[in-house]
């Protein structure tokens, strides 16, 4: 029998607080998508990358790809090397390309994506295949987009 304590689903909600709990009820209510992680983080006055961080947390709530082209994003130790800043400039761009009605992507947050010696880290998917982005930069991040989105 193994001595590793598994926590509930209870416990694991609450190690996330208001956030997740909030995103929780929401996706009760409705498919959780982009606008409605953004309205709960304005409500809970968090950022809005606070909200993808915690959906890392409770993949049960994501909702299933709508594009052609989505970016993972590790959150994990990569937090603490720039992967909060690179969530942050992939969802600003996203809301300025759905401003300008251009083609969109997904952003997925995960926990760990094992590229921890080369992070952060960015895996992209779209119709060229997948590929690992490592030591992504902030200033990357428009290029990467454009290149998969506006010629997919």
């Known amino acids: ?55 890392a947390h409770l993949p049960e709530l994501r909702w299933p790809s709508r594009s052609n082209v989505e970016f993972r994003v590790c959150v994990a130790e990569c937090r603490n090397v720039a992967s909060l800043e690179l969530l942050s400039r992939f969802l ?22 094992d590229r921890c010696l080369h992070r952060p880290s960015v895996i992209s998917r779209s119709l060229f295949g997948n590929a690992t982005h490592t030591r992504m930069e902030v200033e990357k991040v428009r290029p990467l987009i454009e290149a998969l989105c506006d010629e997919s």
Request: proline share 4%; net charge negative; hydrophobic share 40%.
């Open 1 to 55: 029998m193994s001595n590793v304590a598994v926590k509930s689903e209870q416990e694991r909600h609450e190690g996330l607080g208001l956030v997740a709990e909030a995103l929780i009820a929401r996706a009760s209510q409705t498919p959780l998508d982009f606008w409605s992680v953004a309205e709960v983080c304005v409500e809970q006055d968090v950022p809005e990358y606070y909200g993808h961080w915690v959906l």
């Open 92 to 113: 600003e761009i996203r809301s300025e390309r759905e401003r300008e009605q251009k083609p969109l992507f997904d952003i997925v947050t995960k926990i760990c994506m």
